[in-house]
């Protein structure tokens, strides 16, 4: 169902340009995210031929791969928050438990230590998602912006809906700067100095494995949620 959500969707008509006074509709132009909405930033890469340039430029079909292949992740991340509740974020699935806890001045802080623990403990929704929004913030801010706040400074935002709204700002973020990227730029290496697991590797390597931890992610989420699920359904059901 969600394979034939992000792949089998049909891809919008492109829109006419003009060049040299003639209608031209490039090949390929449209696509559609998970959610039907067409792709910018394809849209970006061809509005100067729209403009009137005389060749038009060359996607690169290794950002094509990752915007796609991000897509299907996120469509499966927007599966498993549909209706998420702060309860279910806080619920711990075992009592040796990293979750997320209010300090003394409001902030929702997450359980950390270093090394970690053997064994690691497991962790609840709310944990799994300030810890994906912390690895994505850092990210996006050493790759595209001028630098990323400390880890401590990077907080659970305090609910689920307001949780899913700053991961849906990162993943946006994250999709529009990959969109611009050209195949010089994917094999860039000064971008991601500045990451602590970014050295020796070049951004395509990195644009690769933000998939990679999504998909990680989402998974860990997932499977907690229907933990959840099942352990609320079997309090509440009757004996016998």
Request: hydrophobic content about 40%; overall charge negative; charged content about 25%.
């Amino acid at each position: 169902m969600l394979r034939g959500a992000v792949l089998g969707r049909p891809a919008r008509p492109a829109r006419a340009g003009v060049v040299s006074g003639r209608e031209c509709s490039p090949p390929g132009l449209a696509v559609a995210d998970a959610a039907g909405r067409r792709s910018w930033s394809r849209d970006i890469r061809w509005s100067g031929w729209a403009a009137g340039w005389h060749t038009p430029p060359v996607p690169s079909p290794r950002v094509d791969l990752l915007l796609r292949q991000l897509d299907i992740a996120w469509a499966l991340f927007s599966h498993h928050v549909r209706d998420l509740d702060d309860a279910t974020c806080l619920w711990e699935p075992d009592p040796h438990c990293w979750t997320v806890r209010p300090d003394e001045r409001g902030r929702w802080l997450p359980d950390w230590q270093v090394p970690e623990p053997d064994p690691v403990p497991a962790q609840t929704i709310g944990w799994i998602t300030w810890h994906l929004g912390y690895w994505w913030t850092t990210t996006l801010e050493h790759c595209f912006g001028a630098g990323a706040p400390e880890r401590t400074d990077i907080t659970w935002p305090g609910g689920a809906v307001e949780t899913v709204a700053w991961l849906d700002d990162l993943h946006q973020r994250w999709r529009a700067e990959l969109g611009r990227l050209t195949e010089e730029d994917l094999e860039a290496t000064d971008r991601v100095e500045g990451l602590p697991w970014g050295r020796g590797l070049r951004l395509v390597d990195i644009a690769g494995w933000v998939t990679v931890e999504l998909t990680k992610n989402v998974a860990e989420v997932g499977a907690v949620r229907h933990l959840c699920a099942l352990r609320s359904a079997r309090s509440t059901s009757p004996p016998g």
